[in-house]
Nanobody
Framework: QVQLVESGGGLVQPGGSLRLSCAASGSIFSIDDMGWYRQAPGKQREMVATITSGGSTNYADSVKGRFTISRDNAKNTVYLQMNRLKPEDTADYYC??????????????WGKGTLVTVSP
C-alpha cells in the first residue's frame, strides 16, 4: 500500500525556520507531481507549493521568497524549507503526490498532515 508520511512540524517563533519532509513508501513505480498544501483552522485547504518530477516549481503568492520546495527522487521524498515564518503560516501541512504502483496508475495520495504553529 502506497503512503505518504510527513515530519518536521512543530512550534516556532515568528521569523524562524522549519523544514518539512514527506516520504513516500510502498510498491512505487513512479511519482509525478508532489506538493505541499495547508489548512488553517476555519479555512479551506490551499496549495503552498508544488514540484514536478522534472523539478519545475510553483508557489502560492503568500510564500514566494520565503518557502522552497525540493525533492529527492532517489528517496521518494519531498521537502519544504520554510523561512521567515509568520503567524499566518500556522496550519496543518499536508503532502500530496501523484503515484503509480504496479497495479494502479496516477493515484492521488495524501499524507495525514503535520502541524506547524508560529507563535511568540
Amino acid at each position: 500500500q502506497v503512503q505518504l508520511v510527513e515530519s518536521g512540524g512543530g512550534l516556532v517563533q515568528p521569523g524562524g525556520s522549519l523544514r518539512l519532509s514527506c516520504a513516500a513508501s510502498g510498491s512505487i513505480f513512479s511519482i509525478d507531481d508532489m506538493g505541499w498544501y495547508r489548512q488553517a483552522p476555519g479555512k479551506q485547504r490551499e496549495m503552498v507549493a508544488t514540484i514536478t518530477s522534472g523539478g519545475s516549481t510553483n508557489y502560492a503568492d503568500s510564500v514566494k521568497g520565503r518557502f522552497t520546495i525540493s525533492r529527492d527522487n532517489a528517496k521518494n521524498t519531498v521537502y519544504l524549507q520554510m523561512n521567515r515564518l509568520k503567524p499566518e503560516d500556522t496550519a496543518d501541512y499536508y503532502c500530496n503526490a501523484g503515484i503509480s504502483d504496479y497495479t494502479s496508475y496516477g493515484m492521488d495520495v495524501w499524507g495525514k498532515g503535520t502541524l506547524v504553529t508560529v507563535s511568540p
